[in-house]
């Protein structure tokens, strides 16, 4: 059975970091691209960053560039997404996906965590 457990969210006041993670299990998670995903009230979800299976590459939403970082430790199937700078605009409900590619498709979620920036 396949999870992704998110974990790090919480209230922070406007300016403060938090490091989220999500915990890979079920899956040959060195094979996986792994991303964060957002999701405001009242919006739709957004991609915030992604990293390739092996780390080497890395990309970011322009509201978010030069403040997060996305990262990932294979040895322990973890996913992290440092959030520094952070803004009221970045109240959301975080998301870890897992994708894999190829011939067939692979895509999970994990169940979210909430991130509330105050000002």
């Known amino acids: 059975q396949v999870q992704l457990v998110e974990s790090g969210g919480g209230l922070v006041q406007d300016g403060g970091s938090l490091r989220l993670s999500c915990a890979a299990s079920g899956i040959t998670f060195s094979s996986y691209v792994m991303s964060w995903y957002r999701q405001a009230p009242g919006k739709e979800r957004e991609l915030v960053a992604g990293i390739t299976s092996t780390g080497g590459s890395t990309n970011y939403a322009d509201s978010v560039k030069g403040r997060f970082t996305i990262s990932r430790d294979n040895a322990k199937n973890t996913v992290y997404l440092q959030m520094n700078s952070l803004k009221p605009e970045d109240t959301a409900v975080y998301y870890c996906?897992?994708?894999?590619?190829?011939?067939?498709?692979?895509?999970?979620w994990g169940q979210g965590t909430q991130v509330t920036v105050s000002s």
């Open positions: 996906n897992a994708l894999r590619s190829g011939w067939y498709r692979f895509d999970y």
